[in-house]
């Protein structure tokens, strides 16, 4: 590869005594575009015996900190894609050009681009903070739909290798948020708060057995006394608008740090739903749905961190969700003889429905480090309550006829109670962890359906009327060792799971209790070759539990003629996997292969003689899955970077379907392209491309479709404040559209379509008054090498 780069380190040093300790700080920059340097290495040495005594790596704002540093000691300094640099001494104030050798490949300079990236037992981390990636994203939402090994949907829910979705940590700890209230807040984290995200794509027995995959994002740390603050603010722009409103506050003294977060979301979402359906009467149904949803968001979350001393640290947060929607649902039935040139009958449906959300959760966290060893607890607790209200109303379009009516009133309450401790304790050259967790879950839901009678009265309707309750008890604990020999990582776990639940569905008088009992296993080997070359095996065991939607068996209606219904009776899913991942400087290529038995699964289920379409769970045998992706950034020109991610998946589903067998080996890829061109005006512009060829499974056929977005980034007082726009989606080409294959079953095609065509305005701004720097409490030295 052809490099051509020159950096200069510019150092501001600060030398004193106190207590008998030298201190030795300082910055570290690209000579080229002046920016702080993430994460360049830093290595302390002794000149007598050239044995190395201390590592630092330099955070987002290229900063490094010594202490107790001696006079005779010198500095290596590194980072991947710049020459290595060495200082004699505490007083040296050097100013360094380096100049890589540089080679011509077919008349065309590709240039090394600076290391964002790296891997750890076969986890990718990013650097998003300073990445110029990421610098024009909007939110955390629109950092993750360009970071490798994840994709974001159309809905906004976040994947791993194209099937898996993740579990969402916070600085290494779990978020326990429902899924509505957990977007909200990955879209309220702008890219420069955040210092880095890892994809674990194949956790270990230390997390839980339904963590098939985990991205933890850290956020910035900032060790600065007083007070400090940040408002982000986007406005979404289509055929309505919304608005997303953050603000940010910190106040931190020498022991206690506290936070709060208000959020405030306003505006009109809109979705679209189109089907094609020839019915066994050889007549021929169109389908049309429009979705308007007016919703407003109100979020608070207060949090307190106390550090007792360097040893023990303890935490509290706060927070409180209010989500209010008014949606209205219309569609039209309209369906006519084989020919298309008779109509048969159009029908015309209403529901409005009124939706509310309310959660509140509490968070407490305690840890405990003396040397090499660690304790630490974690406890959440969240309470989930919703109620919406529904009118179904069908008439014949043509004569304004009323068909039918009917009211729905929904009531459900979810609470989750979780507790778990962790221990570590190096030993030698090895390490032991150990650690058990428990958690409750309570679901309860009630709805009720009445419809309107022949005497215009509304009457209690017993067979759509629903009373369900489940609950769950999981009792968990793991034991998992680790040591490194030279330049190989070993890692070894066991988890042991049991779970205890009760699904009551009242009205069926029906009534399912579990109790299981399931041994997870989990193995990793790391290998460094080099620090630009490194290779990672890993295999896991995981479980995936059937959640309450799953299995409530409860109508949930898309059209009068149109529902999907729960099972309670289904399975829990087992999958076992294997990953192997190389890493060669920025270049990422893994590779996962698998098998999960009882797969959780939709079918449909069509009646000829009512056109009724239903949905139904159930469990498959199994299936078969591989996936191949590859990931690598091109540096064409000093403003203009190039990241490419290929991937290409592989899908073998045993399916038995009314008395048939259906198995289809489904073959598929994924392109995405990320221009980033940074101008010297201070302008840098991303464009973002996205394809997905066609796929599916045994019964569907998912057709392909792309996107491409468009997004302009630029910085203003010393950064203070940052100003975005995009322009997402800009061909509105990303809906969905789907078809049954066997016609011989159903003849069936539709579109889903959502908003996601839209500009995106976007600003963010810093302030505060923060000047002093609070003692570095202590860190393992994992922690070090990985801050």
Known sequence: MNIKLRMLLSFTLVSCFFNAQQIF?????????????????????????????????????????????????????????????????????????????????????????????????????????????????????????????????????????????PAIFIDGKPVVMSTQELQIYLKSLSPEVVESIEINANPSSKYDAEYKGIIDIKLKQNNNLGWRGSYTGNTSVNKFNYTENTLNIAYSRAKIAYNVQLGYNDGTTTYRYNALQRLADTNVMRTSTYQKDEVKVYTVTAGMEYRLNDKNKLGLTLRKNFRDSSRNRSGELYTTNKDENLLVFNT?????????????????????????????FLGNYLSVGNKQQDDFINSDKTTSQLLSYWKSDLLNKISI???????????????????????????????????????????????????????????????????????????????????KSISNAIMMDSVVSRNYLEWLPSFSADYGFNPSSQLS?????????????????????????????????????????????YRYKNWVTSFAIGKEKDVMVRYPIYNPKTNVLEYLGTNLPYRNFANLEISFPVKIAKWWNLNSQITGYY????????????????????????????????????LFANYESKTGNSLYIIKSRYSVDLSVQKSWFDHQLNTKISYNNMFDSYDQRVQFRHKQIMDNQFIHWWDSWKIILSMSYNFGNSKYKVKEIQKTEEENRTR
């Open 537 to 581: 095996l890993s295999y896991s065991r995981k479980m995936t539990r059937p959640v309450f939607s799953q299995l409530n068996p409860f109508r949930f209606y898309f059209s009068p003629l149109n529902y999907w219904i729960g099972n309670p009776y289904l399975q829990p899913s087992f999958t076992s996997q294997i990953k192997a991942a």
């Open 417 to 499: 109670y979780t507790a778990q401790a962790d221990l570590s304790q190096k030993v030698g050259k090895g390490t032991f962890e150990a650690g058990f967790k428990y958690s409750k879950t309570n679901t309860s839901n009630t709805i009720r359906y009445d419809t309107l009678s022949a005497g215009n009265q509304f009457l209690f309707d017993p067979l759509r009327s629903n009373l369900f309750s489940y609950k769950e008890k999981v009792a968990a604990g793991y034991l998992a060792y680790s040591q490194k020999f030279e330049k190989l990582q070993i890692n070894a776990g066991l988890r042991l799971e049991n779970t």
């Open 651 to 686: 899908n073998y589903e045993f399916r038995p379907y009314l008395n048939e067998v259906f198995a289809l080996k489904i073959y598929n890829y994924e392109v995405r392209l990320n221009q980033v061109f940074s101008l010297p005006s201070g302008y840098t512009i991303s």
């Open 25 to 165: 700080s300082g910055r570290v920059l690209d000579s080229e575009t002046k920016k702080e340097l993430f994460q360049a290495e830093i290595t302390s040495f002794k000149k007598s015996d050239g044995l190395l005594v201390q590592k630092k790596l330099t955070d987002s704002s290229g900063k490094f900190h010594f202490e107790d540093i001696r006079s005779d000691y010198f500095f290596i300094v590194r980072k991947s894609g710049y020459e290595t640099q060495k200082l004699e001494g505490v007083n040296q104030m050097p100013l360094v050009e380096l100049h890589p050798a540089i080679e011509t490949i077919s008349e065309i300079v590709i240039q090394s681009v600076p290391r964002n990236l790296k891997m750890n037992n076969g986890n990718i981390t990013m650097s998003v903070s300073g990445n110029k990636d990421f610098k024009t994203a909007a939110n955390l939402l629109e950092v993750l739909k360009k970071t490798p090994g994840v994709t974001v949907d159309q809905e906004d829910a976040v994947f791993i290798g194209g099937r898996i979705s």
């Open 348 to 376: 015309e449906s209403q529901n409005p429905a009124i939706f509310n959300q309310d959660n509140y959760g509490i968070t407490t966290d305690y840890s405990f480090q003396n040397k090499n060893f660690k304790l630490s």
